[in-house]
């Protein structure tokens, strides 16, 4: 049974920190999974109960010692009283935070709350179905990859049927823009589990909190190389309204260009020389015609 907590906490506390290594799990696979899910949320409150309960009926079924850590940037909701209601019956805890917002800051918060060496990254609003918890999990905890995501855009994956043209426009392209820094068919996916170790390493190579797409910073900054993708369904969210606004668009941008100088400086120089070649070339072209 777990307890919560709600803590106004700005630093980051150092922990020990427990789990399994993958070659133990490997080598004797009736270990214990032990593993931290992390759910960063504002004003979630009406997802929290379905979303709790179907990720411990998927990690219950396995055998997984499994906690889920809310974290909250201090909705003016009813997070704090269902979560308390939650922890009765689940591991679940609250972090509340105060003077500080964004989807990645919570998830690097999350994951540094943890104790343990398996960590998941989800979203509240069921649009990444907890059901496929235990496929993301397990090949990390195998050490058959370092870095598992739940994909739309790999076979067997999909989205939903009622999006829009222009919505699947600006899913499409902005996967595409992402796809050079990471060799997977969904770089941009939120559904995501790897170990501590890759964690950790992303931070020393200057990991940042930028937007929402934590999951493609801890990607280009770990230096992962193994990547595996599991099919998954994305619906929309089951209550509540979307947090994604233009200024979220516009940090994605901005964090492209800080991961492209960082780790493909030159390809990305290329790009931008090709791309003003052929903008000043149809330029003079429209200036041609025109006189003509």
């Not at 099919?231 to 991961?259: C, N, W």
Request: glycine share 6%; with cysteine; aromatic share 8%.
């Amino acid at each position: 049974m777990g307890t919560t907590t709600t803590t106004y906490v700005t630093t980051r506390p150092q922990k020990a920190r427990a789990g399994l290594s993958p070659q133990a799990i490997e080598s004797n696979p009736m270990q214990v999974v032990r593993v931290s899910i992390v759910v960063p949320t504002y004003c979630e409150a009406e997802n929290l109960r379905p979303m709790c309960e179907r990720v411990f009926a998927a990690t219950r079924s396995a055998g997984f010692d499994a906690e889920l850590i809310i974290v909250d940037d201090d909705s003016p909701d009813a997070t704090v009283d269902v979560v308390a209601e939650l922890s009765k019956k689940y591991a679940v805890r609250l972090i509340t935070r105060r003077g500080e917002r964004g989807l990645s800051s919570a998830v690097i918060r999350g994951f540094d709350e943890s104790d343990r060496d398996l960590l998941v990254c989800m979203d509240a609003d069921l649009s990444h179905p907890p059901e496929k918890l235990v496929d993301i999990i397990n090949p990390v905890a195998r050490n058959e990859t370092d870095f598992c995501i739940g994909s739309r855009y790999v076979s067997g994956g999909r989205t939903s049927e009622d999006w829009g043209f222009l919505r699947r426009l600006n899913s499409k392209v902005a996967t595409w823009l992402a796809r050079p820094l990471m060799n997977a068919c969904d770089p941009m996916a939120g559904y995501f589990c790897i170990r501590r170790e890759t964690f950790d390493n992303a931070r020393r190579n200057g990991m940042l909190a930028i937007g929402y797409k934590i999951g493609l910073e801890v990607f280009v900054r770990s230096g992962c190389r193994r990547v595996r993708e599991i099919p998954i369904h994305f619906v929309d969210r089951h209550a509540g309204e979307s947090k994604l606004t233009a200024r979220q668009q516009m940090l994605y941008l901005k964090q492209l260009v800080i991961l492209f100088l960082a780790r493909r400086p030159f390809f990305f120089l290329f790009v931008i020389a090709i791309t003003a070649l052929l903008a000043g070339a149809a330029s003079r072209l429209l200036a041609f015609l025109l006189a003509s």
